[in-house]
């Protein structure tokens, strides 16, 4: 089972996005493993939303921070996470409607959401906080 976490190679330098990412993987790593000891819909489902939850505080975070420094580069960022949560809310819905087995889903955790992450994190985030880092 993979398990992800934030490594050095992916420490944006701002302090507070760095522990979110921590945290946002602290809970997909728990979403990971219950869908792995094949847990109970209802208790897959209430993962799915703890995740889902931090998911859309911490974009909302990062999409603030552009904004209210002006980032030039903020539209494509922003873009980046829409997508991302089209596919997550994708993901769900596919699982909820039983359209995928529960060895699918991990799949989809791991490829388009913690994969995902790390990529976007070492691409995108970490060239923003970069230009924020003073800033913030
Ligand atoms: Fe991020
Ligand atoms: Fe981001």
């Known amino acids: 089972m993979l398990h992800y976490e934030i490594?050095?190679?992916?420490?944006t330098g701002v302090e507070f996005i760095d522990d979110q990412h921590r945290e946002l993987f602290k809970r997909l790593n728990q979403l990971l493993?219950?869908?792995?000891?094949?847990?109970?819909?209802k208790?897959?489902?209430?993962?799915?939303?703890?995740?889902r939850k931090y998911i859309?505080?911490?974009?909302?975070?990062?999409e603030n921070l552009m904004r209210k420094h002006a980032y030039p580069e903020a539209e494509?960022?922003?873009?980046?996470?829409?997508?991302f949560r089209t596919n997550y809310q994708l993901i769900i819905e596919a699982f909820n409607e039983?359209?995928?087995?529960?060895?699918?889903?991990?799949?989809?955790?791991q490829t388009e959401v913690g994969n995902w992450f790390v990529n976007h994190i070492k691409k995108t985030d970490q060239s923003t906080m970069r230009w924020l880092k003073d800033k913030v």
Do not use: C, K, P, Y
């Open 7 to 11: 490594t050095e190679d992916l420490i």
């Open 33 to 41: 493993n219950a869908a792995d000891r094949r847990s109970s819909i």
């Open 43 to 51: 208790e897959m489902q209430g993962f799915i939303l703890f995740v």
């Open 56 to 62: 859309e505080e911490h974009l909302s975070a990062e």
């Open 76 to 83: 494509q960022h922003i873009l980046e996470h829409g997508v």
């Open 98 to 109: 039983e359209q995928i087995t529960v060895e699918q889903l991990i799949e989809s955790l």
